[in-house]
């Protein structure tokens, strides 16, 4: 949690303070975008373990290949980034943002089956996830 920060620093450092907008990027602004993982490991590479500037540098790799900014398979993407993307993508859907309303856990989890399908989230991780929200649900 402590360098999730990072992330906004890149992207303030690669292309301004960027204000999020609910509308689609152009192909040029979604290049300069998938830069900051790249910008995030340089800030972060002199004061953290290897780990961290992994999980930098990899949050947006996909175990499909299609994920930024290297295209990595999930033979290629440690299992504590995998790990991360699963609790990163849950924070951003479920999350209000200033362009969006977030979505309730329930429909957050459909959403990261779907994208377990299509092999872009790791569902052993997906699924640990949903059994801590379902032992959370319990002990409510």
């Not at 910008?39 to 994920?67: C, Q, R, W």
């Not at 900014?69 to 479920?94: E, K, M, S, T």
Request: hydrophobic share 35%.
């Amino acid at each position: 949690a402590a360098f999730h920060g990072s992330g906004p620093m890149a992207r303030r450092k690669v292309y301004g303070l960027m204000v999020p907008a609910p509308f689609s990027l152009s192909y040029e602004e979604m290049g300069i975008v998938k830069i900051h993982p790249y910008v995030g490991y340089e800030i972060l590479k002199d004061a953290f373990p290897t780990i961290v500037t992994n999980i930098a540098l990899m949050h947006h790799e996909k175990p499909d290949g299609s994920g930024y900014p290297n295209g990595n398979r999930l033979r290629n993407i440690p299992n504590y980034v995998l790990i991360v993307q699963v609790a990163d993508v849950f924070d951003a859907i479920c999350s209000n943002r200033p362009y969006k309303k977030g979505k309730p856990k329930d429909e957050t989890l459909n959403i990261m089956d779907g994208e377990c399908r299509m092999i872009r989230l790791d569902d052993e991780y997906v699924d640990k996830l949903k059994k801590i929200i379902e032992k959370e649900r319990m002990s409510a």
